[in-house]
């Protein structure tokens, strides 16, 4: 049998994880269409979040709190 081997989440969309203190949720936000900015917002009260994208100085961390 010749499986396609799955995607692994380093080969898929680009994403950062949130922990949103707000309603105490966790979420994942994607790239904008401009490609300047991580955006999302809360799940439950809708608060916007936004994490720009920079070329230089960035940080390597893939989880943040808000």
């Not at 949720?25 to 994490?51: F, K, L, M, S």
Request: aromatic letters at 10%; charged letters at 20%; hydrophobic letters at 35%.
């Amino acid at each position: 049998m010749d499986e396609k081997p799955k995607p692994s989440a380093a080969t898929g969309r680009p994403f950062l994880s949130v922990h949103l203190k707000c309603c105490n949720v966790y979420q994942r936000i994607y790239p904008n269409a401009a490609g300047d900015a991580y955006a999302g917002w809360c799940p439950r009260c809708a608060t916007a979040i936004r994490v720009p994208i920079v070329e230089n100085g960035g940080s390597s961390t893939r989880f943040f709190t808000t």
